[in-house]
């Protein structure tokens, strides 16, 4: 059987299939397309927990999918929760030496404590972590900028994106 299913097979039937045809890392990608793609943050939780649960019972890394499950937890505003996971990301991905996790990571982390009104030195060094791994300068830039907008801070984002534009002139505007 073909790991490629039609794209128009409904995500649990291409589950159920990979399942069936014994492609268990097939399911899992599955049915994290699955919980990536829900409308609602709940939905997205109990589908990303479904699927964590899954690449335990069958013995699958799931430390993407706990990192991908931060994104519906700050939707959901459990930033409690968010942070509570950091550490043990942090700790995987240090030892895995992923380098674009440990920034992915430390983004979040700094935009949580940003939108929270906690103190942070604005962009944390995350611009250089952006260019180390090949991502987009300015994207932490606009989160911390989002995080003290939030906050009512405009001086706070009007800095934000001054120190973004100061430190990546080729951004575009």
């Known amino acids: 059987m073909s790991k490629r299913m039609p794209a128009v097979a409904p995500r649990r039937e291409a589950v159920d299939l990979a399942i069936a045809a014994g492609d268990s890392g097939y399911a899992l990608s599955?049915?994290?397309?699955?919980?990536?793609?829900?409308?609602?943050?709940?939905?997205?939780?109990a589908a990303y927990d479904l699927a964590i649960a899954f690449a335990q019972r069958y013995g699958l890394s799931d430390s993407s999918l706990r990192g991908?499950?931060?994104?519906?937890?700050?939707?959901?505003?459990?930033w409690d929760d968010v942070m509570d996971a950091v550490p043990a990301l942090r700790a995987?991905?240090?030892?895995?030496?992923?380098?674009?996790?440990?920034?992915?990571?430390?983004?979040?982390?700094?935009?949580?404590?940003?939108?929270?009104?906690?103190?942070?030195k604005d962009l944390d060094g995350l611009t250089d972590e952006a260019r180390a791994i090949g991502f987009r300068p300015?994207?932490?830039?606009?989160?911390?900028?989002?995080?003290k907008l939030v906050n009512g801070d405009r001086g706070g984002a009007r800095r934000a994106i001054h120190e973004?534009?100061?430190?990546?002139?080729t951004a575009s505007t």
């Not at 599955?30 to 939780?45: F, K, Y």
């Not at 991908?68 to 939707?75: F, G, N, P, T």
């Not at 979040?108 to 404590?113: A, C, F, I, M």
């Open 138 to 147: 300015y994207i932490p830039g606009g989160n911390i900028a989002f995080g």
């Open 68 to 78: 991908q499950r931060l994104d519906w937890l700050v939707i959901a505003g459990r």
């Open 30 to 45: 599955c049915m994290s397309n699955r919980a990536e793609s829900m409308d609602r943050a709940s939905d997205g939780l």
């Open 164 to 169: 973004t534009r100061t430190s990546c002139p």
């Open 92 to 120: 995987e991905a240090v030892t895995k030496g992923n380098a674009y996790s440990l920034f992915m990571i430390h983004m979040v982390e700094v935009g949580l404590r940003s939108v929270r009104g906690e103190q942070t």
